[in-house]
């Protein structure tokens, strides 16, 4: 089965740099390659989707990259800002035949310091 | 802005007792998923929903669970004989159906916490 990689130890950056997630994964690429932002006690806030045949996708400071060759994606938010700090999951989708079936990384947390 | 509910926002419960987790979708959603969550842990896939009947389920969704969408609006997660591993977040989370085979956008609810004693 899939397996999703994401760094368990918290990336702590300065107000103002950018921050970088990892996701890696093990096996066939997926259809879809989501990244959610997701605060303590909250449920999971989609960000951005990449497909398997788009090597980047922007959304305001947001940036993600997706390797079929490495199986990784790279999560990107420039300018971080402390409001920056949660946890971010990625999830590759999966077509299972009648609908898209996500499986989520752990996620990695991002702490942002002014 | 349209959003996901979910009620309640925690539930604790006895172990071997039901329990039943409600949602109500966005409104012009067509698709509805449950999802857990243990503490700690990742989001887990459970179960998609679609045209009245079950599209998808995962091995965690066994014959102790069961969904049902009782009105136009409400969406539940039935657990028959809850066990402590049950305890969890719940996540229930709704898409807008378009082409077949595309993807939609899954927007979530704040989840319910459930506690097995």
């Known amino acids: 089965s899939q397996k999703i990689e994401q760094n368990s130890e918290a990336l702590n950056i300065q107000e103002g740099k950018t921050a970088t997630l990892t996701c890696n994964y093990t096996n066939y690429s997926p259809a879809y390659l989501q990244w959610y932002r997701q605060d303590p006690g909250r449920g999971p806030v989609f960000l951005l989707l990449?497909?398997?045949?788009?090597k980047e996708k922007r959304k305001e400071r947001l940036k993600v990259t997706f390797d079929t060759t490495l199986k990784q994606s790279l999560f990107h938010i420039t300018a971080s800002q402390p409001a920056d700090s949660a946890t971010y999951l990625c999830a590759l989708d999966m077509y299972g035949g009648g609908s898209y079936i996500p499986t989520f990384g752990r996620g990695t947390s991002l702490i942002v310091h002014p | 802005e349209p959003e996901v509910t979910q009620t309640p926002s925690h539930q604790v419960t006895q172990m071997g007792q039901e329990v039943i987790l409600r949602c109500v979708p966005i409104s012009n959603h067509l698709y509805f998923y449950w999802y857990r969550q243990i503490l700690g842990q990742k989001v887990e896939f459970l179960v998609s929903?679609?045209?009245?009947?079950?599209?998808?389920k995962s091995e965690i969704f066994d014959d102790q669970f069961s969904v049902e969408r009782p009105d136009g609006s409400n969406f539940t997660l039935k657990i028959r004989s809850t066990k402590l591993e049950d305890s969890a977040m719940y996540f229930c989370?709704?898409?807008?159906?378009?082409?077949?085979?595309?993807?939609?956008?899954?927007?979530f609810g704040p989840g319910t916490r459930l506690t097995v004693l």
């Open positions: 989370a709704s898409s807008e159906a378009l082409l077949a085979g595309t993807y939609n956008e899954q927007f």
């Open positions: 990449i497909r398997e045949n788009e």
């Open positions: 929903f679609y045209n009245n009947e079950i599209s998808e």
